[in-house]
């Protein structure tokens, strides 16, 4: 349908695009919002760097990865280990606050719309930041679920408690507002106790982290569910002024959001296209004059238009 290459947007000032997008969010009639990483990122939710380093020196140290992405990665020799590493990183990334307003933001903008979110995010940034959770289709999975590795069943389970024992048994302390602290001196433990390590209530293997890595991932009830009533919201809203709101997606699923965002814009004459992604804001040549596209931080665009009036 759309060119092989996909061009830029002719240069607009931020502000002209920004004023474009506070009227489309205005009269819209329903707002698609389709969440990649680069909007956890702009929230704060960064794997690199000093928030890295805080949590993960330790691991940095042994093993020699420099981000909690390539961490998840390695081929730790015993569960213990695995899930001292693991209860760690799903802590700070699903159960600690995200340093930036950044969804509160996109919540106030969209809250009294007819919304619907599609997101390949799973740190559960929008039902913390007040989103309904039955507008929400998270496709990719959760860090707050696990399920069985094998998988013998579709069924997912809550995290939230064994993740805070696992964390406070490598000698961390959580505070009332969720952060993590150790106490003076202390170095954390790099195992968990073997008491605490996830087994599958119905086979006994070894439980994992509910995410879509390959062909194991548990698509359950609620999946479903929730894929149902994305599908609906699209058809209730067809030809309809629709506006397609796309925030941090990138390249490594763009078939999820980004590709069919473009498709169902092309073939709605009535429907609009916006991206904010820094660096990385693209429409293809069939959608141009109905593409609002700025390369600019997410959460500084979200902050000028609540700034806009209406």
């Not at 740190?123 to 989103?131: E, N, P, T, V, Y």
């Not at 961390?172 to 790099?190: F, K, N």
């Not at 069919?260 to 904010?276: D, G, L, R």
Request: aromatic residues 14%; hydrophobic residues 35%.
């Amino acid at each position: 349908m759309f060119a092989s290459v996909f061009n830029k947007k002719p240069e607009e000032e931020n502000a002209g695009k920004a004023k474009r997008l506070r009227k489309e969010l205005a009269e819209a009639d329903a707002i698609v919002i389709g969440a990649g990483a680069g909007l956890s990122a702009s929230a704060g939710f960064i794997y690199t760097g000093e928030r890295f380093r805080k949590y993960f020196s330790d691991f940095a140290g042994k093993y020699h990865f420099s981000d909690m992405y390539s961490g998840g990665f390695y081929p730790y020799e015993t569960l213990e280990e695995y899930w001292a590493f693991w209860s760690r990183y799903i802590y700070v990334n699903r159960y600690m606050n995200a340093p930036k307003p950044v969804y509160e933001e996109l919540f106030s903008l969209v809250k009294d719309k007819d919304y619907f979110v599609l997101t390949t995010n799973v740190d559960h940034c929008f039902q913390k930041a007040g989103f309904d959770k039955h507008r929400l289709f998270y496709t990719q999975g959760d860090y707050g679920l696990f399920q069985c590795s094998l998988p013998c069943h579709s069924s997912v389970y809550e995290n939230e408690e064994i993740v805070r024992r696992m964390t406070a048994a490598q000698g961390y302390q959580i505070a009332a507002d969720g952060s993590l602290t150790l106490p003076e001196g202390r170095v954390p433990e790099m195992a968990v106790p073997s008491s605490l390590v996830p087994h599958c209530p119905k086979c006994g293997r070894p439980m994992t982290m509910n995410l879509r890595a390959d062909q194991t991932f548990v698509e359950d009830k609620g999946w479903h569910q929730a894929s149902l009533r994305y599908s609906e919201f699209l058809r209730r809203h067809e030809g309809m002024r629709v506006l397609f709101l796309e925030l941090g997606c990138g390249y490594n699923t763009p078939g999820i959001v980004k590709f069919s965002f473009w498709q169902m814009t092309a073939v709605n004459p009535k429907a609009t296209y916006a991206c904010i992604n820094l660096g990385e804001a693209y429409a293809p040549k069939e959608i141009w004059k109905r593409a609002i596209c700025i390369n600019e931080d997410i959460g500084a665009i979200l902050n000028q238009l609540k700034l806009q009036p209406a």
